[in-house]
């Protein structure tokens, strides 16, 4: 239960706690210090990394997660424009093959502005609700979030800037996101607009690819402008609500990524490329409370810290179905 | 300066400084949000809207900006509002004099599409639609008025805006190009509305799908005669209380510009 009060608390801003050393269970600490002797496996590893550093593979996964992304993206273009109705409609409410969709955050605003639910609105939340509960929340974000994935190669570019000392990262305070949410709720209740698709880079886009480009767009060439030369993956890490809606779905969710302390050795190859990395405060050493802990509900199970770790000890885990097995 | 440089900033300045960063992130993204609301009150947001649009504040807030409507409009009158209409990003308005609605799909398809009832679903007709208010604003330049006749396409050759012609298909639109006309009088407003033609079929015994429900209980537009000099006949049109703003009338006029147009700003008045 705390670790959930915990996942929900870092969702929302809070830095991740670290135990104190008396807070760990005794067979946690035997763990460290086992692990601490075993030169013979520390040395295997950086020998490994080293190897993998010099002959650079592509990230496979990645690769398939950004398939994924853009088919998902171009059924809904293709539907339209080849008049196939399959998936009719844009990323903030749709319909696939005739039942409704919603974005959540969008049916949200809608809600509070309009201050009044269609029976539609309610199927089209009611079935995304489930859907991205089941799948993890913010998967949402990394796999089918068409910023999402721009946001991914301007980092590509930003990194390689940084690499050079062209410029610096700016960390922002993460309770930026949960202040910005809270403020675009109270707008859409008091104003009766939807104030926040007004900037929502997602809906944006998503329009912008099934009803062709418009000015709109250069306020999302601007956001990437700033994630380039100013700060790392802003908009999706400290500001964007839709995020942190999804993220609040998949907190209880049933998939997600599973750290397993035992045949961990805390290189930290995780933590470089995750998008978010304070859900993976936990692999630093001293910090897992448990020998299997749950990534927290702000992970968007893009699963490249899976693909990073040398020594396995990320996974994807759907509880419940383990067991069906 | 330069010992600072050796020196990583102190932790609490470098939150404190991290904290004002944000602050000022965070007002930035609002206050950019926030001017979407200048398009609004200027009223520049403000246009014709699909059939079965709600009051336009409460059109604005219940609209989800998905496009659904535009996707299935048969004659592909319905576009997407930009980011320089504000808060009216992504909500769909109707270019009249480049593509009106012509009703051709009957049974209001961008209704039943609408996700959030943004285009109230309490309406099943045409002729309950109330989008706005046809009003001729030049009569002299009309043709009827000035007793002339239209022949030839009548927006030109590369006109690219749709109608559907019962007696050509009744299932598809065609180009208003495809479809010249050889009139005596020009009457092409009164013979293109929707509502009239709706109107004509109901009078002749052959309502619309055979369903007497589709029949329109009011006229909406008619040409009336004016006192002929020389037996020239001259007629003028008149707007009638059946009137539903679908802009057939203002997209059809041959005359550059129109000599009718829809006031979609009396839609409130209207409506009301």
């Known amino acids: 239960m705390s670790r959930l009060y915990d996942s929900f ?13 008396d807070e760990l269970p005794e067979e946690i600490r035997e763990i460290h210090a086992r692990k601490k002797n075993d030169r013979e496996r520390i040395e295997n590893i950086r020998v490994e990394l080293e190897h993998k550093r010099k002959n650079k593979q592509p990230e496979r996964l990645r690769r398939k997660r950004w398939l994924v992304l853009l088919a998902v993206n171009l059924l809904f273009v293709l539907s339209f424009e080849l008049d196939i109705q399959l998936l009719e409609g844009a990323l903030t409410a749709s319909r696939f093959a005739g039942f409704h969709m919603a974005d959540l955050n969008s049916a949200l605003q809608v809600m509070l502005a309009f201050k009044h639910v269609v029976i539609n609105l309610v199927i089209g939340t009611t079935t995304v609700f489930v859907l991205w509960w089941l799948l993890g929340g913010r998967t949402f974000c990394s796999w089918v979030c068409p910023y999402h994935l721009l946001a991914e190669w301007a980092e590509m570019l930003h990194l390689k800037l940084v690499k050079k000392k062209l410029v610096k990262d700016h960390p922002f305070d993460r309770r930026t996101r949960t202040v910005l949410w809270v403020v675009f709720a109270l707008l859409a209740l008091i104003t009766g607009y939807t104030v926040y698709e007004t900037i929502s880079p997602t809906g944006i886009l ?14 999302v060439a601007a956001l990437l402008a700033f ?58 050493k001293g910090r897992a409370r448990g020998l299997h802990v749950d990534i927290g509900a702000d992970c968007t199970r893009c699963g490249r810290c899976v693909e990073a770790c040398p020594t396995s000890s990320l996974t994807f885990r759907f509880t419940g179905l383990d067991k069906l097995l | ?47 014709l809207r699909p059939p079965g649009a709600l009051l336009e504040q409460e059109f604005m807030a219940a609209c989800i900006k998905c496009g659904q409507c535009v996707q299935v409009c048969p004659v592909e009158a319905i576009n997407l509002r930009d980011l320089t209409d504000g808060f009216g990003l992504g909500t769909p308005w109707i270019e009249a004099r480049d593509q009106a609605c012509d009703f ?15 285009l109230t679903h309490e309406i099943n007709y045409p002729h309950q639609a109330k989008m706005g208010l046809a009003r001729v604003v030049d009569a002299g330049r009309c043709l009827a008025v000035q007793g002339k006749g239209f022949k030839g396409q009548a927006r030109g050759p590369d006109f690219t805006g749709k109608l559907r012609y019962d007696e050509v298909d009744r299932w598809n639109p ?35 799908s055979g369903d007497v429900n589709q029949c329109p209980p009011k006229r909406a537009i008619r040409l009336v005669p004016l006192d002929s000099e020389e037996g020239k006949v001259r007629m003028a049109p008149e707007i009638l209380e059946g009137c539903v703003g679908c802009g057939v009338c203002e997209m059809i006029c041959p005359v550059e510009p129109a000599v009718i147009v829809i006031d979609y700003r009396d839609r409130k008045e209207v409506m009301a």
Request: with cysteine; proline share 8%; net charge positive.
């Open chain 1, 206 to 219: 998503s329009r912008a690819l099934i009803y062709g480009p418009g000015i709109a767009l250069v306020w």
């Open chain 1, 9 to 21: 608390a870092e969702l929302l801003g809070r830095d991740p706690r670290r135990p104190k050393p």
């Open chain 1, 227 to 284: 994630e380039i030369f100013y700060s790392r993956r802003a908009w999706c890490r400290y500001l964007c609500p839709i995020g942190l809606t999804y993220g609040v779905v998949g907190a209880t969710s049933p998939f997600k990524v599973q750290y397993h302390l035992e045949s961990c050795f805390h290189e930290g190859e995780c933590r470089k490329v995750c998008l978010v990395p304070h859900v993976l405060d936990t692999v630093i």
């Open chain 2, 1 to 47: 300066m330069a010992k600072s440089k050796r020196h990583p900033a102190h932790p609490a300045s470098r939150n404190r400084r991290r904290f004002l960063r944000s602050v000022a992130l965070g007002s930035s993204v609002v206050g950019f949000a926030l001017m979407g609301y200048v398009p609004v009150v200027t009223g520049r947001a403000e246009k």
């Open chain 2, 174 to 208: 065609i180009r208003v190009a495809d479809h010249p006309y050889d009139l005596e009088l020009c009457d092409l407003c009164v013979r293109q509305c929707p509502i009239e033609i709706r109107a004509n079929q109901c009078d002749a015994g052959n309502p619309p």
């Open chain 2, 104 to 118: 051709s799909c009957d049974g209001l398809q961008c209704v039943l599409a609408c996700p959030t009832g943004a």
